[in-house]
């Protein structure tokens, strides 16, 4: 059975730092391109941070860049996402997502990700 397991939620205030993961199982995540995304309450989900299948090429919504740190363990099938100096603006729903060009597209169930003093 494929999955993919965020870990939290989390509660930090702002100018804190939070670090997530997503485990995936059934599948290896080495062919396939990684993603963040994330959902505030009423907007669309958007693309937070990806990294690529080879190369390790990694890209970044502006509104994190400089902020937010994509990287993969292909040994432990895991994908990370370390949050920096966060913002009450981060508040959302974070998703993780693996993708590959053949059709495959998963994604986790989400995580709630709350930035409040």
Do not use: H
């Not at 205030?13 to 290896?28: H, I, M, Q």
């Not at 902020?67 to 920096?84: A, C, E, P, Y």
Request: glycine fraction near 12%.
């Amino acid at each position: 059975q494929v999955q993919l397991q965020e870990s939290g939620p989390g509660l930090v205030k702002p100018g804190g730092s939070l670090r997530l993961s997503c485990v995936a199982s059934g599948f290896t995540i080495t062919s396939y391109a990684m993603n963040w995304y994330r959902q505030a309450p009423g907007k669309e989900r958007e693309l937070v941070a990806g990294i690529r299948s080879t190369g390790g090429r990694t890209n970044y919504a502006d509104s994190v860049k400089g902020r937010f740190t994509i990287s993969r363990d292909n040994t432990k099938n895991t994908l990370v996402l370390q949050m920096n100096s966060l913002k009450p603006e981060d508040t959302a729903v974070y998703f993780c997502n693996a993708f590959r060009f053949d059709g495959n597209n998963y994604w986790g169930q989400g995580t709630q990700v709350t930035v409040s003093s």
